[in-house]
């Protein structure tokens, strides 16, 4: 299996822009998790899915960020407009099951805005 | 509001001796904890775990700890190798998602 696969892997933008990251889980996953890492929180769960319906999304920041997941193969996080603070490296991962249970990661986007 | 601290932002050891990553939580009600391992440029891999139900759990040189009274847990690496310095993210299952800690960067010196 490929593993979860993101792009980007690197965004630089500048302030106001509107960036798209994506996503690909693992096939047969049911559950897709947003993170965001940052020096001071770690990782930080953005948002979460299962069978492509958005369960929990009380992390995220503000209303210039959404995420979809159109398919059981494909997922966005959007952030518009972009804003300095929201430079970070941005994670996606899946996990066959809610919990508990390990999540598999992709190797992030790391955004830089400008 | 953290609900998973990792209060030591790193850690550096002398290879062949001990490395132990420390993890406080809030939240007695969680009851399932994880470790994950993660390099630069990489995303985090999984490394061990462990329920409430044990209060240790040990994969070859790894053995995590785990205190409900204090509602701490620790990660133990012996011996420490130089391909173990990493970032050690710790992290809480509450159900359906995990919530990780701060992440605490160890750097195994040869």
């Known amino acids: 299996d490929a593993g979860v696969i993101q792009s980007p892997r690197h965004e630089v933008t500048e302030m106001g822009q509107e960036v798209t990251l994506r996503c690909k889980p693992i096939?047969?996953?049911?559950?897709l998790f947003w993170y965001r890492q940052t020096m001071m929180r770690g990782l930080e769960l953005l948002i979460y899915?299962?069978?492509?319906?958005?369960?929990?999304d009380s992390g995220m920041p503000e209303d210039r960020f959404s995420a979809k997941m159109p398919n059981a193969s494909f997922s966005t996080l959007k952030i518009q407009p972009s804003e300095p603070r929201d430079s970070a490296v941005y994670f996606c991962?899946?996990?066959?099951?809610?919990?508990?249970?390990?999540?598999?990661f992709g190797e992030g986007s790391r955004l830089t805005v400008l | 509001d953290q609900q998973v601290k990792q209060n030591s932002p790193s850690l550096s050891v002398q290879e062949g001796r001990i490395s132990i990553l420390n993890c406080d939580y809030t939240?007695?009600?969680?009851?399932?904890f994880l470790w994950y391992k993660k390099y630069p440029a990489e995303g985090p891999t999984f490394l061990i775990s462990?329920?409430?139900?044990?209060d240790k759990n040990e994969d070859g040189r790894f053995t995590v700890f785990l205190n409900k009274s204090a509602k701490h847990l620790s990660l133990h690496i012996v011996p420490s190798q130089p391909g173990d310095s990493a970032v050690y993210f710790c992290?809480?299952?509450?159900?359906?998602?995990?919530?990780f800690g701060q992440g605490t960067e160890l750097s195994v010196k040869p």
């Open positions: 899915f299962n069978n492509n319906v958005p369960i929990d």
């Open positions: 939240n007695s009600m969680f009851d399932y």
């Open positions: 096939s047969g996953h049911d559950y």
């Open positions: 462990i329920s409430s139900i044990k």
């Open positions: 991962a899946s996990s066959l099951a809610g919990g508990p249970g390990e999540l598999f």
């Open positions: 992290a809480a299952n509450p159900g359906g998602k995990l919530i």
